[in-house]
């Protein structure tokens, strides 16, 4: 056991160090790329080694000595740190393990980035928000929906091992909020069946082959103040600089839906659950995407688009 622990240690002290390096590489940084901030090699270097740790262990703890190491970099430096430490919370994103389910953090300057990883493109709309533009050729956009939205994972069990001690450290215990979940999913997220990877607003795309979205906002309506809360991965559109979730789903790992549009709201604003082997989707739509514009769905188009993907 100590042997273990030791060579666990090892391997975060070497993935703070390969952070530490990456951030002194910033120094002569003055300038940042519009769109993937990652189009700068420091920074992705920067980026990698944020993600490596955050994996497996808390990126928190680092935070004093990176801010040290950039404490008299370039405005542009200190954000791609910012950005790094954006991902303190990405453990359950980078470490669920199931490969049909991607899901990435996007990091871009100004309105519109690339992101070929996906064979998609972040789209801005004139109302402030921004979707997913499918870029795969032959590939068929139908409904586009905006809502709060929830994945429930599995997790890779060093990446669990991780999250658990983090909890243990902060003297808590790890408590099972259900706020926004329904059906079956709720039911069986209630007796413990996986772990609550990240939670947000945004925007998903219905394509012929796949659901293709983003969380751009972390926070949800009447969202507790529990514990679990404090480690769910952070999105957000400002000015300087965005970090965004991009998630990707192909139809073919979808294994069960369940749509809830019981009464009159319902049917119009359902809400659903898509199951796949090692993941769950939970949505709760509330506009549709009609031109340029966000709308209220008609009546049971949202029910069908989703009772579709089965």
């Known amino acids: 056991m100590g042997s273990e622990q030791g060579e666990m240690e090892t391997g975060q002290g070497k993935r703070l160090d390969g952070l530490l390096q990456a951030v002194a590489q910033l120094r002569e940084v003055t300038e940042l790329p519009q ?7 420091q920074a992705r270097a920067v980026l990698d080694a944020a993600d490596e740790l955050a994996r497996v262990s808390e990126l928190e ?41 991607r899901l990435k953090r996007i990091d871009f300057q100004g309105d519109e980035a690339a992101i070929p990883e996906l064979e998609a ?28 939205f929830q994945f429930i994972v599995s997790g890779e069990p060093e ?11 902060l003297g808590t215990t790890r408590e099972r909020e259900e706020y926004g979940l329904n059906g079956q999913l709720l039911i069986s997220f209630a007796f413990g069946v996986g772990l609550r990877a990240a939670w947000g607003s945004g925007v998903v795309t219905l394509t012929d082959q796949r659901l293709l979205g983003i969380i751009f906002d972390d926070d949800m309506q009447g969202r507790p103040r529990t514990t679990e809360a404090a480690w769910m991965p952070r999105a957000f559109v400002a000015s300087d600089a965005s970090s965004v979730l991009a998630f990707e789903i192909p139809r073919s790992a979808i294994e069960e839906v369940e749509v809830i549009d019981n009464g009159f709201v319902g049917r119009r604003i359902p809400y659903a659950n898509l199951d796949g082997e090692r993941f769950s989707f939970s949505c709760q739509t509330v506009r549709i995407v009609e031109g340029d514009r966000l709308v209220k769905p008609k009546k049971g188009v949202l029910a069908g688009a989703l009772r579709s993907l089965a």
């Open 159 to 169: 990446t669990v091992d991780a999250l658990e001690r983090q909890v243990t450290e």
């Open 35 to 41: 769109g993937r901030v990652d189009e700068l090699a």
């Open 61 to 101: 703890a680092a935070f004093d000595a990176v801010d040290a190491e950039a404490a008299d970099f370039s405005p542009a430096a200190r954000l791609v740190v910012t950005l790094a430490k954006v991902r303190a919370d990405d453990r359950l994103i980078l470490g669920h393990g199931d490969e049909s389910l």
């Open 121 to 148: 493109r972040l789209r801005p709309t004139p109302d402030g928000s921004m979707w997913l533009v499918s870029e795969r050729e032959g590939e068929r956009e139908s409904t586009i929906f905006a809502g709060e």
